[in-house]
Nanobody
Framework: QVQLVESGGGLVQPGGAPRLFCAGS??????????MGWYRQAPGKQRELVTR???????NYADSVKGRFTISRDNGKNTVYLQMNSLKPEDTAVYYCNFVWANGSSRWGQGTQVTVSS
C-alpha cells in the first residue's frame, strides 16, 4: 500500500519561500495517477484545497494562493512539490498532500506544519 511522506514544513518568517515535498513510498506510485494535490487546515477551520495538478498537467489554485504558490511533480521520483512564496501569517496551517488514482483510490500524507511568524 502506497504511503505518502511529506517534508519541508516548519517555522517561516513572513515573506519566506519554503518548499514542501510529498513522496509516494512505492516505486511507480504515480502510475495511473488522476490528480495530486495539496490541502491545508488551519486551527478551527475546515481542510481546504490549496492547489491540484491533474494527470494531463493542468493545475488549479485557491484564490488566496494564486501567484504565490506553485505545484509541480517529478514522476520519476514519485514526488509532488509545493513551492510557497511570499508567505503570510494567514498561510499558517497543517499542509497535507493527496494522491488520487484513476481507479478512485486515494491516499493522504501525514501532514506537515507550516507556521508563518516573525
Amino acid at each position: 500500500q502506497v504511503q505518502l511522506v511529506e517534508s519541508g514544513g516548519g517555522l517561516v518568517q513572513p515573506g519566506g519561500a519554503p518548499r514542501l515535498f510529498c513522496a509516494g513510498s512505492a516505486s511507480g506510485s504515480i502510475f495511473g495517477m488522476a490528480a495530486m494535490g495539496w490541502y491545508r487546515q488551519a486551527p478551527g477551520k475546515q481542510r481546504e484545497l490549496v492547489t491540484r495538478i491533474i494527470s494531463g498537467g493542468s493545475t488549479n489554485y485557491a484564490d488566496s494562493v494564486k501567484g504565490r504558490f506553485t505545484i509541480s511533480r517529478d514522476n520519476g521520483k514519485n514526488t509532488v512539490y509545493l513551492q510557497m512564496n511570499s508567505l503570510k501569517p494567514e498561510d499558517t496551517a497543517v499542509y497535507y498532500c493527496n494522491f488520487v488514482w484513476a481507479n478512485g483510490s486515494s491516499r493522504w500524507g501525514q501532514g506537515t506544519q507550516v507556521t508563518v511568524s516573525s
